[in-house]
């Protein structure tokens, strides 16, 4: 599987973006996908995850209410739409994917995630 993230941008606080990872393989359809994010000498923190079956959804504390992940199955993609933006939010964020044992399957962890794409830049400006 190859991951393509975009989307990325510069955006005031309280503005909206929204993140794409598009993904080759035929087998995208079966695989959780995850979103993380970075910052320079930080370690890569869990954003958002969602099952293979796009019935299960889970975030992190800190863009619970803001941030909603779905995947659109016929595209092979997965999009973060991030509202409510704070400057803390600025970061590189990740798409990752993995074979999931199940369609409400996900996890938290990156080293649960083989794939993954090569990240995206957010800028929040206060």
């Known amino acids: 599987v190859q991951l393509q993230a975009s989307g990325g941008g510069l955006e005031q606080a309280g503005g909206s973006l929204r993140l794409s990872c598009a993904a080759s393989?035929?087998?995208?359809?079966?695989?959780?996908i995850g979103w993380f994010r970075q910052t320079p000498g930080e370690e890569r923190e869990f954003v958002a995850a969602?099952?293979?079956?796009?019935?299960?959804?889970d975030y992190g504390d800190s863009v619970k209410g803001r941030f909603t992940i779905s995947r659109d199955s016929a595209k092979n993609t997965v999009y973060l739409q991030m509202n409510s933006l704070k400057p803390e939010d600025t970061a590189v964020y990740y798409c990752?994917?993995?074979?999931?044992?199940?369609?409400?399957?996900?996890?938290?962890?990156?080293?649960?995630?083989?794939?993954w794409g090569q990240g995206t830049q957010v800028t929040v400006s206060s």
């Open positions: 990752a994917a993995d074979s999931a044992a199940g369609s409400s399957v996900y996890y938290h962890r990156p080293s649960m995630y083989r794939y």
């Open positions: 393989g035929r087998t995208f359809s079966t695989y959780a």
């Open positions: 969602i099952s293979w079956g796009g019935g299960s959804t």
